[in-house]
């Protein structure tokens, strides 16, 4: 029996450890980049530096939004293991389920060569905006599922602050860049840095305040 406990011990450990590593990897997946400073190397490289700007942008979306895909399959574990210890104690269980995050992934490298013509770059501007909606959504439907779980199993997580970007007129924004022949493209462009940077930032509150709970119930358990 003994045996047993040392062995769910270093499970639920493990499973700590896999979701820190995670929380930790944000640095190399959350990149914050800066609109002017991008828009001035573009002009100064002659156009060079677009392209790099644009493969920069789409990468860290793929690399954000493969991060987060596994930190929630690291998260249902870890509070499936949570209720199937508690149907253990009270014969009781909960229903754990959530969709599979919308993928918005493309090809980096061939992308940003794209954006050398118009209209893929117009495209390439839509899907960021898109993606980025798509994917707050169905983060925020699976972040109430967690906190409504969490409730269920008799535990307090405090993940009120989540807000999700506010929603981007696309097709104004289409119509407004042709209008004044691309030059509303920036202010488009402009917002999708401001966007990813602004959603990463309250991700990262977020996944800290996810990374205390779970500390806190293990250490709770360990004790």
């Known amino acids: 029996m003994e045996q047993l406990d040392a062995q769910e011990k270093n499970r639920v450990k493990q499973m700590l450890i896999e979701i820190e590593k995670n929380v930790k990897s944000r640095k190399e997946t959350d990149r914050i980049m800066w609109f002017s400073m991008w828009i001035l190397l573009s002009v ?6 677009w392209l790099i ?10 690399d954000h939004f493969s991060r987060q895909e596994k930190l929630e399959t690291l998260i249902l574990n870890r ?18 389920t959530t969709n599979k995050p919308p993928g918005f992934f ?26 980025l909606q798509k994917h707050e959504e169905h ?24 807000t999700v970007t506010k929603k981007f007129a696309l097709d104004r924004y289409l119509v407004l860049t042709i209008a004044t022949f691309g030059l509303a493209a920036l202010y488009w462009l402009y917002r999708i840095f401001n966007d990813y940077n602004k959603h ?10 996810l990374l205390r709970f779970f500390k806190s119930v293990d250490g709770s358990e360990a004790s």
Do not use: C
């Open 79 to 96: 509070l499936r293991r949570l209720n199937e210890e508690k149907q253990q104690h009270h014969n009781s269980a909960t229903n754990l």
């Open 139 to 162: 983060e925020y439907a699976f972040l109430m599922e967690t906190v409504s779980v969490a409730k269920d199993l008799g535990l307090s997580m405090n993940l009120d602050e989540y």
């Open 106 to 131: 493309r090809n980096a490298k061939a992308w940003s060569l794209s954006t050398i013509l118009i209209l893929p770059a117009f495209y390439v501007f839509y899907f960021l905006e898109a993606g």
């Open 53 to 62: 700007m644009i493969y920069l942008l789409i990468k860290r979306k793929n």
């Open 44 to 49: 100064a490289s002659f156009g060079i530096a």
């Open 200 to 209: 990463f930032k309250r991700q990262w509150k977020l996944e800290d305040e």
